[in-house]
């Protein structure tokens, strides 16, 4: 199984950007689906995760501004960001929960670049 990550860039503070993550391989069912961040110097944060069954968690500092949403047809996570603020910028990761015909396993995406300039 592959994450494919998509749609980070540079952007000003106030602008949105919209990410994606497909999932591709032996996939059965993904379980949870989970946008994750780092910042230089910092430790990875969880920003946004989805449940099979349509839950949603959010990190307090996205709440309002940041929507996931997940496409089940086609294996893929979004996360629409509005409002961007200095203080998101880092690289996002997406990571899957996802059960295959061998078994239940964990996978990461390889990472997409987020700047918001102030």
């Known amino acids: 199984v592959q994450l494919q990550a998509s749609g980070g860039g540079l952007v000003q503070a106030g602008g949105s950007l919209r990410l994606s993550c497909a999932a591709s391989?032996?996939?059965?069912?993904?379980?949870?689906m989970t946008w994750y961040r780092q910042a230089p110097g910092k430790q990875r944060e969880l920003v946004a995760a989805?449940?099979?069954?349509?839950?949603?968690n959010y990190a307090d500092s996205v709440k309002g501004r940041f929507t996931i949403s997940r496409d089940n047809a086609k294996n893929t996570v979004y996360l629409q960001m509005n409002s961007l603020k200095p203080e998101d910028a880092g690289v996002y990761y997406c990571?899957?929960?996802?059960?295959?015909?061998?078994?239940?396993?964990?996978?990461w995406g390889q990472g997409t670049q987020v700047t918001v300039s102030s």
């Open positions: 989805i449940t099979s069954g349509d839950s949603r």
């Open positions: 990571y899957a929960v996802v059960v295959s015909s061998t078994g239940g396993y964990h996978y």
């Open positions: 391989g032996n996939i059965f069912k993904i379980n949870v």
